[in-house]
Structures are given as structure tokens and as C-alpha cells.
């Protein structure tokens, strides 16, 4: 899950002259009440796929308050993550991420500790399939929590072709469960691009689900 505010020193840089540009709002639930939004913008062009995202939950109680936003800028080139940076703040504790592609690998800066990970590891916002993971039937994959930089293993596994019905009408989409350090369900259209998230947080299910795109 990446819930996002700030723009990070790539939101301007590495982003393609667009041939194919696109904006996709999600509506986020937590336990069936919706609790704030996201906003994804992808283009693309060159073989080069940038993509910026902001979200935002916000819970205000009488007795309890949580504030969550985090914004980010991700650049895919052959399919993979090439670089990234995420800002992230989880109810006052702030999260810095940025990666960085190397030849040995992604290097990884979070709040300042650096470390190196896998080339093909996926990040947790799960806005965009990687190729290679395609129509799968399982396998393992090296995740990256978007937000706290943390590295963490799951394995994949295609469910099926079904059809979600969403703010504009019905969607064909590809369902993929993804388990281990996490347990979240995403479904992707044609293009790849996340229509559908759903997962557990500390004991609460969180959904993403789209609302609207936007060229």
C-alpha cells in the first residue's frame, strides 16, 4: 500500500516526452467506509513508463485521530523499476525512500541507511504489472515497501479473468494474489495499470478501487 503527500526531486525528471499520458483516481476504503483518495498519473513513451501518485487517509475521531499521506515518482524502463522516490508520513513519523539503479542492482536510501536489492523487485504500490510477471500462473517475488523502504518476499499467484464494476461501468481485469510478508489482491486491465487493490493492515482491510481516468 503507498498513501502519499510532497513532490520529490523526480517528479519533474526522467519523465518521458509523452506519446500516452493518463490520470486514474482511486476512492480508498478502510472496512467498507471510505477514508480518502489517490491519484495516479502515468505516462509514457520511448519505452520509458513514468508514473506520479499522491494519497491521503485521514481519521478524526472524538477520541482518535490518524493522518496518513505519502506521494511518489516512479521510473520504469525494460519493465522494471529503474528509480523512485517516496515520501511517506504515517500519523507524524516521516519515511524518506529513494532508489537508485546500479549495475549490482537497486540501491536503496532510506531515511539515510542505503542498501542494495534485487533489479526485478516490485514496489508496493502495485500501480503497474511488471512484464515479466504477466499471466504467471506463481512464483516468488522480492517486494519493496514503497513507503518504509523495508525489502520483503511474497509469492505470486495468478487467479483469474474477471470483470469489476467500477465508477465507469464494467472493466475486463486480471486477478493476482500476492502472500508472504504481505497478503494483497490487485486486479489489472489491459494495460497493465491497477483498477483494484485490496489488503490487511493491522487487523483492517484496506481497498483502493478506481474511480475515474482521465487522458
Not at 176 to 189: A, E, H, L, P, T
Request: aromatic share 8%; net charge neutral.
Amino acid at each position: 500500500m503507498t498513501l502519499c503527500s510532497g513532490r520529490g526531486a523526480l517528479a519533474d525528471s526522467g519523465a518521458p516526452q509523452p506519446i500516452e499520458r493518463q490520470t486514474r483516481s482511486y476512492a480508498i476504503s478502510i472496512d467498507g467506509t471510505r477514508r480518502g483518495s489517490s491519484k495516479a498519473e502515468f505516462r509514457s513513451g520511448n519505452g520509458i513508463v513514468w508514473i506520479q501518485s499522491e494519497s491521503e487517509i485521514r481519521i478524526n475521531y472524538l477520541v482518535y485521530k490518524y493522518n496518513y499521506t505519502s506521494s511518489g515518482t516512479e521510473i520504469w524502463k525494460n519493465g522494471r523499476v529503474s528509480a523512485f522516490e517516496n515520501t511517506a508520513d504515517y500519523n507524524g513519523t516521516p519515511y524518506t525512500v529513494k532508489g537508485t539503479s546500479t549495475p549490482r542492482g537497486l540501491q536503496i536510501a532510506t531515511n539515510g541507511a542505503t542498501s542494495l536489492v534485487n533489479p526485478d523487485v516490485w514496489d508496493t504500490s502495485y500501480l503497474l504489472l511488471p512484464d515479466r510477471l504477466a499471466r504467471i500462473e506463481a512464483a516468488t517475488v522480492a517486494l519493496l515497501d514503497s513507503d518504509k523502504g523495508r525489502l520483503l518476499s511474497g509469492k505470486i499467484q495468478f487467479v483469474g479473468e474477471e470483470t469489476l464494476t467500477v465508477a465507469e461501468g464494467q472493466k475486463p481485469c486480471t486477478h493476482y494474489r500476492i502472500s508472504g510478508d504481505v497478503q494483497v489482491d490487485v486486479w489489472f486491465d489491459a494495460s497493465r495499470r491497477m483498477v483494484r487493490q485490496d489488503s490487511h493492515e493491522r487487523g483492517h482491510k484496506v481497498r483502493f478501487e478506481l474511480l475515474s481516468v482521465a487522458d
